[in-house]
C-alpha cells in the first residue's frame, strides 16, 4: 500500500497507523479539563507527560468550544497559548497544533512553533485565517459544525446529516484548494457534539467510511463528549471506557487521527485496536486500515 502523509508545514506526518492528537486545553473553562492547566507551567508539564505517553500531536486550545461557551479576546488568548505553544516546540519533538478560530492566535502561534492549525469554524470563521494557513504552509483541520459554539445546541437540525455533512466537507475541501492550500496540508472532521443531537452524532459516527472516502486523513474527537454521558448517564470524569470503545469504532471504520484527551490509555487501545485488525484482515478485510474501508 502506497504510505500517505499529512504535510504541517516542514513536516510530514505518516498516516500509515492513526495518529492521536492530545489534548491540551490552557482554558479556565474547557467542559472537562477546564481550569487544570490554566497557567503556563502546569500547561507545559501537562503537554510534555502527554507526549510522553504517545500522543503524536500536541492540540493547545486557549478558547472553550463548548456549548454556550463565551468567545475569548485575541490578546487573551494569545497569552494562553503562544508562550505553551513555544516551550513545547523547543522541549519536544512532536508536531503542534493550534485550535483556534482567530488568524491572529493562528498567526502567533504558527510563529512560535506550531505548524497546524485546528480551527472548527474550517478557515471560515475569520477572512484573515485562510491566507495566514496559506502562507505558513502549515496543516488544517476544517472541521463541521452547524452554527457557533454559543448558539449550537439550541436546536440542531438536519434533514439528513450525513449526506449534508459529508457534502458540507466535499465542498469545502474544493474551495480551500481552490484558494491555495494543496490537499495534503488538510485534514476533516465531522465535529461530533458540534450542532449535533444524540443521533446525528450516531449517525455520523456509523458513516465514517464514507466521510473517509472524501480524500483527507479523517479526525474524530469524541473523548469524554457528551453523547458519551447521554448514551450511558456517566458524567464526564467517567467517560474514559466509552470514549475508547468509540476510538475503537473509529479506527477500524476509517479515522486517521484521534482526538483524546487520555493519551495514554488511547495508545493501548489503539495498539490492540490494530492487532486485532491485523489479525482478522486475511479472512474478513481485504482492505488496509486505517483509510481503507472497514470490516466490522
Ligand atoms: N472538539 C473540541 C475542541 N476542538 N477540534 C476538532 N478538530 N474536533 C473536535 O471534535 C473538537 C475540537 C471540544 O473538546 P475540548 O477541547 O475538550 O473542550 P472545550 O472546547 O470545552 O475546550
Redesign the pocket.
Known amino acids: 500500500m502506497e504510505e500517505r502523509f499529512w504535510q504541517c508545514g516542514g513536516r510530514r506526518l505518516p498516516l500509515t497507523t492513526p495518529l492521536l492528537?492530545g489534548?491540551l486545553?490552557v482554558?479556565p473553562?474547557?467542559?472537562?479539563?477546564?481550569g487544570s492547566h490554566a497557567n503556563t507551567a502546569a500547561a507545559v508539564a501537562h503537554g510534555l507527560r502527554l507526549a510522553e505517553e504517545g500522543a503524536d500531536i500536541i492540540?493547545v486550545?486557549g478558547?472553550?468550544?463548548?456549548p454556550g461557551?463565551r468567545p475569548v479576546p485575541v490578546d487573551e488568548e494569545c497569552r494562553r497559548v503562544v508562550p505553551v505553544i513555544r516551550a513545547l516546540a523547543r522541549e519536544t519533538d512532536r508536531p503542534i497544533s493550534v485550535?483556534t478560530r482567530k488568524a491572529e492566535v493562528a498567526r502567533r502561534a504558527l510563529a512560535a512553533g506550531a505548524c497546524i492549525v485546528?480551527?472548527?469554524a474550517a478557515l471560515a470563521g475569520d477572512a484573515a485565517m485562510l491566507p495566514v494557513v496559506r502562507d505558513a504552509g502549515a496543516g488544517a483541520?476544517l472541521?463541521h459544525m452547524q452554527g457557533t459554539?454559543e448558539t449550537m445546541q439550541q436546536a440542531p437540525r438536519y434533514d439528513d446529516v450525513v449526506a449534508e455533512v459529508r457534502g458540507w466537507l466535499e465542498r469545502r475541501v474544493t474551495e480551500v484548494v481552490a484558494a491555495g492550500i494543496p490537499a495534503e496540508r488538510l485534514?476533516i472532521?465531522p465535529?461530533?457534539?458540534?450542532g449535533k443531537t444524540l443521533g446525528h452524532n450516531l449517525a455520523l459516527l456509523g458513516a465514517l467510511e464514507s466521510l473517509a472516502a472524501i480524500g483527507p486523513p479523517l479526525?474524530?474527537?469524541?473523548?469524554?463528549?457528551r453523547f458519551i454521558g447521554e448514551i450511558t448517564g456517566a458524567p464526564v470524569p467517567e467517560r474514559l471506557a466509552g470514549s475508547l470503545t468509540a476510538l475503537v469504532w473509529c479506527v477500524w471504520r476509517g479515522a486517521g487521527i484521534l482526538?483524546v484527551?487520555d493519551v495514554r490509555a488511547s495508545r493501548q487501545a489503539l495498539r490492540v485496536a490494530m492487532a486485532l485488525a491485523a489479525g482478522a484482515r486475511p479472512r474478513e478485510a481485504p482492505a488496509g486500515l486505517p483509510s481503507g474501508p472497514a470490516f466490522v
Open positions: 492528537m489534548i486545553n482554558t473553562d474547557s467542559f472537562s479539563d477546564g492540540d486550545g478558547e472553550s468550544t463548548r461557551a485550535d485546528n480551527d472548527v483541520v472541521m459554539p485534514a472532521d465535529g461530533i457534539g458540534f479526525l474524530v474527537g469524541l473523548s469524554r463528549k482526538r484527551h
